[in-house]
């Protein structure tokens, strides 16, 4: 091919660059069969809603971390995602976030080419999940477990959609550099969308707002999962809205301690979409705190909205979480610890496995505490398929993963300080 041709056709060129380019890693990624380093993945697909040649080559930069599997990819996100202008732009639904990604990280409103095939993007969001937090009783060090549970199915079906799991390093000038998971499938991504013929990529420009856990610079490290009843929804006067997953980015970028994130979420109202269904967030830091942050309404009727922030922690029965309220504010509430079944078998595992340890466990017991909590192709709760495990180190700030249940395949990530 001659160069007056890749010159005059710039995605070829960028895909020229993107394969011969050093790829400058925050973390290096590996698993217990020493694969050879996978180098950036080719890839014919266009971002129609992209035109900034920074934005393209990033998005050009993502990674396959298996070879050619379509199942765990990674990405150095190195463009500007604008926190400060999210945190004024008054997102609280899947909605609105969708419109800001679309007004302040697209370069166009309409896709770049006149008759594109390529659908205005789609945004969604639910979990299930487990998380704990505890010494490593053979170090000293501070760990962090979850497992993010969701099963996707295709619409009227039983087809169970196999997702893409993108792990995300951002170094947001002025603040916190950090690594964080995305459910791909949130914006309708599948497992291999990145080299299936006529993937549309523009939807990658939005992946720090999509973490659904990560750890920062400085060994702090958030989780979300999900709650029954109504959606949280604060409304106190001379407050900026908020929303689950910009929260989470912010205090990944900005709060070194589980203190730190808490203040921070008091400055603001949290909304969390507007469909049936809420979440709490479990959290824990270098210095050995954790906590769960739950938004409550006792009165938890039809017509009510969990709107007062509440901080639990410091007993040990509050160091691992599922998806019902832990707070004695809604404990007999449909959705709270003495009615709701909704995550239960496994809270209980949790609750013994920790005990039977004196809430202290070695990476392996961590490791084996998460498999004991993992839902497989069995289950037929909506929520009821781990997608992805983790440890975390947080006086490491590294993070051990596995995918699928896939237990003897490991991949860590460190941040680079």
């Known amino acids: 091919m001659n160069s007056l041709k890749w010159m005059k056709n710039p995605s070829l060129w960028l895909l020229m660059m993107a394969c011969v380019a050093t790829f400058s890693l925050l973390v290096a990624a590996c698993s217990d069969d020493e694969p050879s380093a996978p180098g950036p993945t080719p890839t014919t697909n266009d971002a129609a809603y992209i035109t900034d040649q920074d934005k393209l080559a990033m998005i050009l930069s993502l990674r396959d971390l298996e070879g050619d599997k379509g199942r765990l990819y990674e990405m150095n996100y190195t463009t500007d995602y604008k926190l400060d202008e999210a945190l004024n732009s008054n997102i609280t639904s899947t909605r609105t976030l969708l419109g800001f990604i679309q007004q302040h990280l697209f370069d166009t409103a309409t ?13 969604t969001f639910d979990a299930g999940c487990s998380a704990y937090a505890c010494p490593d009783k053979s170090t000293g060090h501070y760990l962090m477990g979850r497992n993010f549970d969701f099963g996707h199915f295709r619409t009227g079906t039983k087809e169970r959609i ?7 390093h951002t170094a947001p ?14 914006v309708y991504y599948e497992s291999g969308f990145y080299t299936a013929e006529g993937t549309d990529l523009s939807m990658l420009i939005a992946l720090p707002y999509l973490v659904l856990d990560g750890i920062n610079e400085d060994g702090f490290a958030i989780s979300v999962l999900k709650l ?13 809205n908020i929303f689950t997953t910009v929260a989470m980015r912010m205090l990944l970028d900005r709060a070194s301690t589980v203190k730190e994130a808490t203040e921070m979420l008091k400055q603001y109202n949290m909304v969390m979409d507007e469909f049936k269904a809420s979440y709490h967030f479990f959290m824990a830091d270098a210095t050995g705190d954790y906590a769960i942050v739950e938004y409550t309404n006792p009165i938890n009727t ?11 922690s410091g007993h040990d029965t509050l160091r691992y979480v599922t998806n019902f309220y832990v707070s004695p504010t809604m404990v007999n509430t449909a959705d709270g610890y003495n009615k709701s079944q909704h995550g239960m078998d496994r809270y209980k595992i949790l609750r013994e496995s920790l005990k039977k340890s004196g809430y202290q466990t070695t990476f392996e017991e961590g490791m084996d505490v998460m498999r004991s909590v993992a839902q497989g192709p069995g289950d037929t709760l909506d929520t009821g398929f781990t997608q992805w495990s983790e440890i975390y180190n947080l006086t490491k700030k590294r993070v051990t993963l596995s995918i699928l249940r896939e237990w003897d395949k490991r991949f860590e990530f460190g941040i680079e300080q």
């Open 302 to 312: 039809g017509d009510s909205y969990p709107d007062s922030l509440e901080v639990l």
């Open 162 to 168: 196999m997702i893409p799991a993108i792990v995300v």
């Open 228 to 240: 029954d009843g109504n959606h949280t929804w604060q409304k106190e006067s001379g407050k900026k």
């Open 173 to 186: 000038k002025g603040d916190k550099k950090s690594v964080s998971l995305v459910d791909g499938q949130f």
């Open 111 to 123: 896709p770049k080419s006149a008759g594109s095939r390529y659908a205005t993007p789609k945004l």
